[in-house]
């Protein structure tokens, strides 16, 4: 058709404006600007406008239009047209727009089957703007998105950098406290020190000093200095040194208090005067059984660079460290010296020896790197294995009759070999678990080491499944017997999954799916078992439906209760506070501890209710029991802070019950501070304001616990009973040094101390004698209803 004047207007119904996304027209061509919204308000003269809400086609010359659409003939907007056809682009009854076409030209008009045409183009380019709008709209939502990514990933990268931030500085300061008892050398030592303590704060200007032992001479065995320093060992004299070793703590100070105290007196003038003045200077002394033994000190010349009382902190635990390490190596020199004659004859032997093992260790290492053999242990490795069972499997889809039993095993709570007696003892357990388990086979049974701690045993002789059993018996009877690793004994045990060949399986991966699935049955189970793999194994979850229910009828029936096990003055055995503990009175079985329901009630979402419903009876029972003084101490839930206003239910559960928020401590564990580090000392924060004190229970046995000690607002820790139960063996002295040194830190941060699991009157002493002051354990008492503590034999 005739189409030299033609244009598309777009209608919106929702802001009542007008667009013209194309025009062109002889005699009005410049009118419309495509990317401009006429308010339909301006266009009440207009054909177009008057077309849409026409809502049918039109067809003929202008003036007949307008008077068939109602329009104002003074109100027309463009040049009359001789012919004018229009149609509009409509959806479902709504008007989006026109399509319209018209002529100047005398003899030049449009027909109905143009008409039906122009209606035809209409609708697909109205398809074809909604696609663009859709199109527009995704990328719109698409942009929007990846901002709210963005903004989300800026803060997960915040997060993750604190929690690096705080492991780092845990595992830097058990690295110093390590060192103080190290074998090193002095000079290694002191060097290992000063990188350690560059860690933690500017250490580039470092330096010890100490003592001589008649008190008269100032020895400096490391120093390291930007500005040049020389120092050297001198008389005591007057100098910053010797101020600093005649404080009772760290001296944090800068320049212009190295002058006042040249003024007045403390500090000799002339020694100041031949020194590089600090911009600041940082020491804290090394303190002894007999007093001061020294110090060691950092110091800035940048003005950029200024220490704070946190660095003190830090420097004043790293002194602790090094006078520990000063007063033992002290008193080993002289040892050394009654045995420097036989060291070099050990040494010379040793060197002898050495020889001797580096040959047969070049020989074992040409065996251990064989390719199907793990070099650890010299066990057969994963392919061998495979390559073994699939040979077997084949033997049996040929002849059913040949059966076989795939046991798959690991060692319970090897992690914690590992990380706490590193991996040269996690390699000697493994070697002996090795030994053992050759030791409980026959010769045609294949023993692998798969992977850590992860081994397998492929017995293709005997029936099935009583072979795989009496095996399984045998390693855990095996397992038993300690093992001697040099001077320490330790108690090692393993977790049995048992699959045993079936016509259903059709590959290997199959039954090592099963051995592994029966495996971690055996470790949720309790460890120290073997669990048979079989398609009975799913009635497993059945037995933790009917535990869950019954939980509920206990809630309801009210057959939860709380015990109380005392917290004691460890000198004179009083009494100063008491821990409530959960047990559910079970009206078949008895009194049953927490370990026997919680992980269900924790799976089910029961312990929420469980909880509060334990810390109303606590706060009941227990009211009397600190009726003259003393605590009630609570465990806390993880999941409770969750919620932003767990301190005002816990507060209003006290008003409910009447019992005061000062005799009120709760205990969290480190789990419970790392969900929301953030909203965890909030709440924690506005608990201590209202009186209610915070302990943090399990205290070493996580990865950022020392942080966690200065970061919360804490009021006591507990010492994890892990660390209290070797101190009444021959080999506490890790122990003892790791609780010197967390009741040092408590001490720093004004914390109090409860040694957990105190048993025998040997771990209480060793506690009194490095002065750790109260303690809880089945020495003192264990868990009892209220009733029992308030009897007049009781110890309430």
Request: one cysteine or more.
């Amino acid at each position: 058709m005739y189409a030299e004047n033609f244009y598309i207007a777009l209608y919106d119904p929702q802001r009542d404006t007008l667009r013209f996304i194309y025009f062109v027209d002889q005699m009005d061509g410049g009118m419309y600007d495509p990317d401009q919204e006429i308010p339909a308000a301006q266009m009440r003269g207009s054909l177009t406008l008057g077309l849409i809400r026409h809502g049918r086609a039109v067809r003929g010359p202008s003036e007949e239009i307008v008077e068939l659409l109602g329009l104002p003939p003074e109100d027309g907007i463009g040049t009359p047209s001789v012919d004018f056809m229009g149609v509009p682009m409509q959806r479902d009854g709504q008007i989006y727009g026109a399509l319209v076409v018209q002529s100047y030209q005398e003899g030049m008009s449009y027909t109905q089957s143009d008409c039906a045409v122009l209606s035809f183009v209409a609708e697909h380019v109205l398809n074809a703007v909604e696609r663009k709008r859709g199109q527009e709209e995704l990328e719109r939502r698409v942009v929007e998105r990846t901002r709210e990514l963005a903004e989300a990933n800026a803060q997960l990268q915040v997060q993750i950098a604190e929690r690096e931030r705080a492991a780092h500085l845990q595992a830097t300061l058990y690295k110093i406290a390590a060192l103080a008892n190290g074998e090193q050398c002095d000079a290694e030592f002191y060097r290992s020190i000063h990188q350690a303590v560059g860690e933690l704060i500017d250490a580039e200007n470092f330096y010890i000093a100490l003592l001589s032992p008649d008190g008269q001479h100032l020895q400096i065995p490391y120093t390291v200095d930007a500005a040049g320093e020389d120092r050297a060992d001198r008389p005591l004299g007057h100098g910053l040194t010797e101020y600093a070793l005649r404080q009772t703590g760290p001296l944090l100070i800068d320049d212009a208090g190295v002058r006042a105290l040249v003024a007045h007196g403390e500090i000799d003038a002339d020694h100041y005067a031949t020194r590089v003045p600090a911009v600041c200077w940082l020491g804290a002394p090394l303190c002894g059984p007999g007093g001061v033994m020294g110090l060691v000190a950092v110091q800035s010349y940048r003005p950029n660079l200024v220490y704070t009382e946190q660095d003190a902190k830090l420097l004043d635990f790293v002194a602790q460290q090094i006078a520990s390490s000063v007063q033992r190596r002290r008193h080993a020199e002289a040892l050394e010296r009654l045995n420097a004659e036989l060291e070099q004859r050990v040494q010379a032997r040793t060197r002898e020896l050495r020889r001797e093992i580096a040959v047969r260790e070049q020989v074992e290492a040409q065996l251990k790197h064989q390719v199907m053999h793990d070099p650890l242990t010299g066990l057969p490795n994963r392919l061998y294995l495979r390559d073994r069972l699939q040979r077997a499997l084949s033997s049996q889809q040929r002849n059913p009759e040949h059966a076989f039993a795939l046991l798959y095993l690991d060692v319970d709570r090897f992690k914690l070999f590992n990380d706490s007696l590193g991996h040269l003892t996690g390699d000697a357990v493994l070697r002996e678990v090795s030994r053992r388990l050759l030791d409980c086979v026959r010769g045609p049974d294949i023993v692998a080491r798969l992977s850590g701690d992860e081994f397998a045993i492929l017995l293709e002789e005997g029936a099935q499944p009583a072979t795989a059993v009496k095996v399984a018996q045998r390693i855990l009877a095996r397992m038993q017997a300690p093992l001697t690793l040099g001077e320490r004994e330790l108690q090692a045990s393993v977790s049995i999954g048992i699959a045993i060949s079936h016509d259903r399986y059709l590959a290997i991966d199959e039954i090592l799916h099963d051995a592994d699935v029966a495996l971690y049955r055996a470790k949720s189970t309790g460890r120290q078992r073997f669990v048979l793999f079989d398609e009975s194994q799913q009635s497993a979850a059945m037995n933790v439906l009917e535990l869950e229910l019954a939980l509920r009828n206990a809630l309801h029936a009210g057959e939860f209760v709380p015990y109380f096990q005392p917290i004691v003055r460890m000198d004179d055995r009083s009494t100063v506070g008491y821990e409530a503990l959960l047990r559910w009175q079970h009206p078949v079985r008895g009194v049953l501890g927490p370990g026997e329901f919680l992980p269900v009630a924790e799976e089910s979402g029961l312990i929420e209710a469980i909880d509060w419903h334990m810390y109303r009876l606590a706060c009941t029972a227990g009211a009397p029991l600190v009726a003259s003084g003393g605590f009630i101490s609570i465990n806390i839930s993880p999941r409770h802070f969750q919620y932003e206003d767990f301190d005002q239910r816990l507060l209003e559960l006290l008003r409910e019950t009447g019992f005061p928020p000062q005799r009120l401590q709760i205990e969290v564990t480190e789990s419970t501070l790392l969900g929301d580090p953030d909203a965890a000392a909030r709440i924690l924060q506005r608990l201590r304001d209202a009186g209610i004190g915070a302990a943090l229970d399990d205290f070493g046995t996580g990865y950022s616990s020392l942080s966690h000690a200065h970061r919360f607002p804490l009021k006591k820790i507990k010492i994890d009973r892990s660390f209290i139960r070797d101190l009444d063996q021959a080999d506490a002295q890790r122990s003892i040094a790791i609780i010197r040194a967390v009741l040092s830190l408590a001490q720093s941060l004004d914390l109090n101390v409860v040694a957990e699991g105190v048993e025998t009157e040997a771990q209480r002493q060793a506690l009194l004698e490095i002065g750790c002051q109260c303690a809880q354990g089945f020495l003192f008492g264990r868990p009892q209803p209220a009733a029992y503590w308030l009897a007049p034999d009781g110890k309430a």
